[in-house]
């Protein structure tokens, strides 16, 4: 199983970016997936969620409205839209599968979720 994230860059306050993320030996429709970050010195939290089949999303409160996590199945690829992008958002953003459909308790628990992609790092200037 692999997951290849890729689009993440750099970009002045106001911007946009785009991260994908890949699966190869997995169908991410069969399990939650889910966009994490990292700034340095801070811990890894979830941003962004999106369960199989349903395709119910969710987002962390500092970035609703900003933005969008979607999946093209036929792709078997997961996005991130990123609008009005903020200086806080710098981080090496992250995504995760899950074998599993995961719940609100569970879902923003980083060990929950099976597999990882390498990383693609955002960086926003103001």
């Known amino acids: 199983v692999q997951l290849q994230a890729s689009g993440g860059g750099s970009v002045e306050t106001g911007g946009s970016l785009r991260p994908s993320c890949a699966a190869s030996?997995?169908?991410?429709?069969?399990?939650?997936t889910a966009w994490f970050r990292q700034a340095p010195g801070k811990e890894r939290e979830a941003v962004s969620g999106i369960r199989p089949y349903s395709g119910n999303t969710y987002y962390t409160e500092s970035v609703k409205g900003r933005f969008t996590i979607s999946r093209d199945n036929a792709k078997n690829t997961v996005y991130l839209q990123m609008n009005s992008l903020k200086p806080k958002d710098t981080a090496i953003y992250y995504c995760?599968?899950?074998?599993?459909?995961?719940?609100?308790?569970?879902?923003?628990?980083?060990?929950?979720?099976?597999?990882w992609g390498q990383g693609t790092q955002v960086t926003v200037s103001s």
């Open positions: 030996g997995f169908t991410l429709n069969s399990g939650s």
């Open positions: 995760a599968a899950s074998r599993r459909s995961l719940i609100a308790s569970t879902r923003n628990v980083p060990t929950n979720y099976d597999y």
